[in-house]
């Protein structure tokens, strides 16, 4: 996605340990307009596959999910990753481990919004190490229900997530591919 | 908005402490086709006004953020409640009290998306207490923006949240209002 291409070589930034901040448009100020056309561009990699739901993760996903699922027509739903507010307490459950974060936490969705005969597509603003999709899938297995694949805005092909979920046979499509840093610039391949 | 009134009436759950559950629609599955008039119906409120920003607490009201910035053709800004992943340090920083969960908890925007001339539009899904409001009012004020007014999709009106944000002089919006609980049903007002 060439627009997606040119907002992060022209605003992105690289933070230590070659993190890359992208909040200033994707996940925190949130550039509406660009996430809308990201949601069409996913639901057309997906295009001629049945979907029924889109699944992500609290809270940098919620907006890629919402326009992937608008412009697939299907509702969109999220795991909570913390206990605020109601929660129902008939979910199912999955531990996702972050290595930024050092720590481990649960994520969970109510048994209601995934059927057995569902088929789901998970989606995300990143897909670095692929811990919050491992835990995605787990619940989607959970639920007896099947995942067409994984879509993400971005792809940080400097981790492994990638890698893995293909290799567990999984469709992921990402928008941009980020291959390396090099001396703090990032260096984009093809997707 | 008579769309979202049926669908309270149809759908929505009472649960302990006269709760209204309404996650099979708006905030845990979305119909994200609703979502989008919803953010519309809002954004219609507000015609005439100048909005420079739409802003909200993670995680619920992200998705009635987004839709209501796209229809008014600005960015969206989410208060992040968690230190997860990577959060800048130069924050504007609030304290919010949530009776339901009972203990506070520290919400921060970034100072790099909120500028002093900014005209802010807060957004939720749902007004109760209005802690999160005033919580983001707070950091609005710190950052020498201003509030042009509050839009919800539900006011729950058994709370004086509404009230008490209509007297600091703010405009509030809100497209249903639930005026009380009688006997496990909800009955609704005009809006």
Redesign the interface.
């Known amino acids: 996605m060439e627009e997606l291409k040119k907002r992060i070589l022209k605003e992105a930034e690289v ?1 230590e340990g070659d ?1 890359i ?1 992208v ?2 448009f994707l996940n ?6 660009l ?2 056309r990201i949601g069409k561009a996913l639901a057309k990699r997906f295009k001629g596959e049945r979907v029924d739901k889109v699944l992500t993760v ?3 996903g ?2 890629v999910a ?2 992937t ?2 412009a697939l ?1 299907v ?4 795991a ?7 929660i ?1 307490p008939d979910v199912y459950a999955a531990e996702v481990h ?1 290595f ?2 050092e720590k481990s936490y649960t994520i969970r ?2 048994r ?2 995934l059927e057995p005969d569902d088929r789901v597509l998970l989606v995300d603003d990143i897909l670095a190490s692929g811990q919050a999709i491992l835990g995605l899938l787990e619940i989607v297995s959970r639920a007896g229900a099947e995942a067409v694949g994984v879509g993400v805005a971005i792809e940080k092909a400097t981790k492994d997530g990638g890698e893995v979920l293909r290799r567990m046979g999984l469709r992921v499509e990402s928008l941009v591919k980020v291959e390396r840093i090099e001396d703090g610039h990032i260096i984009l391949g093809e997707d």
Chains 1, 2 share one sequence.
């Open positions: 933070g993190i901040r909040d200033m925190h100020c949130m550039d509406v307009a996430l809308e609290e809270a940098s919620i907006a919402c326009f699922a608008l027509g509702p969109a739903v999220y909570k990753k913390f206990q605020t507010g109601y129902d972050s930024s974060m969705v109510s209601r919004y």
